[in-house]
């Protein structure tokens, strides 16, 4: 994929972003007639612990285009004596570390990241003049509507993929559960087959009633002693006993005594009627 001026540009504005840093771009060194020279972007530092530094970025997509700069000396110069450093921006392996000028460094674009190559060297800049500081300032609201809409799409890619690596490790979460209750299910049914001897995929019955049944043998403690000798008799009738207690428990239950005095009620005007 071929990268552009635009794609360098997008990468500087995030290397480069407020709070710490802005970047403007198209800055000449002087504004009206004067103006003479361009350079591709500024860097300003704006906080104390960026040394308040100005970097000046020439930007090149060509080989070509890196190779007659070389050939001008004088066009960087005219700039680069406002600058704390210089740069050259590019995509990654365009240029080699060794065509670099002695007063340049190097950033390169690697998959919409800008990193440093060859950090560049600190300059002794001139004092600034009123006309270069009018020219940065100037540009300070330009819109290049290109890099705005490549800045949106950058962000709106990353939102998706954060979604989508979102819903991708619930999915995951969701199968192995699914996963583990079903071996957990299947495990159940063959032994319960193999207690019983029959298919479970052929069993009719009451899903509540079997739930009910489980809970009465679960609290009697009859699982307790189930399956053993004679000599365990003992167990088991101590076990129907406590079934027996709690059976009582549960026909003696409120609601179900409610309901049997209802039924017990409603017995006499069923018979007159």
Known sequence: MTVTSTDICAGLMKAYAPPSHRVFFEVSNDTGAQARRHIDAVAVGIWPSTGYEITGIEIKVSRGDWLRELKEPAKAQALMRFCTRWCLACPDGLVK????????????????????????????????????????LRNANSVDMGLVDRLVAARDAERRK???????????????????????????????????????????????ALAAAYMLVKRGGFHSVHGYGAND?????????????????????????????????????????
């Open 97 to 136: 570390p060794d065509e670099l000028p002695a007063t340049w460094g190097m950033l390169t674009l690697k998959d919409g990241t800008i990193k440093t190559k060859v950090k560049p060297p600190k300059l002794d800049p001139e004092p600034l003049t009123p006309g270069f500081m009018m020219a940065v």
């Open 162 to 208: 954060s979604f989508d690596e979102s819903v991708e490790r619930e999915a995951r979460y969701k199968s192995t559960q699914t996963s583990s209750r079903t071996e957990a299910a299947i495990a159940i049914a063959e032994k319960l087959e193999r207690i019983t001897g029959q298919d479970i995929q052929n069993w009719t019955f009451d899903a509540e």
């Open 233 to 273: 008799l003992p167990g088991v009738i101590q076990a129907l006993a406590s079934a027996q207690a709690t059976l009582k428990e549960i026909y003696e239950a409120p609601p179900l005594v409610e309901a049997r005095q209802a039924i017990a009620d409603a017995a006499p005007r069923r018979a007159s009627a």
